[in-house]
C-alpha cells in the first residue's frame, strides 16, 4: 500500500504576506548567500523511498526557509542516501535555484532524480 506525508516547512519567525516593500528586498542577501533561516523540526518522519521536494525561488534561489531545513541535521539524516524528486512552483528564472539546490542535495548525499517546474 502507498502512503504520502505532506511535510511543510515551517520558519520559526513567520515571513509576512503580503511583504512590506523594505522587507522583502533586505531578503535579498540571506536568500542569494544560501544563509537560511532557523524552521520547525518535521514532526513524525520516517524512512522513505522517495522525497518529493517542492520550493518556491526567491531571487534565483530555494527560498531561505527551504535553505534553512536542508542545512539542519534533521534533513541531514533524512536525505541521506535517498532518492529526490524537486518540484518548483515558478514561472521563469528557475534554473540558477535549481542548480543551487543540486549542490544542497549533493552535500547531503541525497539523490536527485529529477526535477518538475
Known sequence: MLKCDLRP?????????????????????????LDGCPVENLTETQDYDLIILGYTVWFLSPSIPITGFLKSPQARTLFKNKPVVTVIACRDMWLIAQEKMKAILEGLEARLLDNVV
Not at 9 to 33: D, Q, R
Open 9 to 33: 516547512v515551517k520558519p520559526l519567525s513567520p515571513y509576512p504576506y503580503p511583504w512590506p516593500f523594505y522587507t522583502f528586498f533586505n531578503c535579498f542577501p540571506e536568500a542569494v548567500g
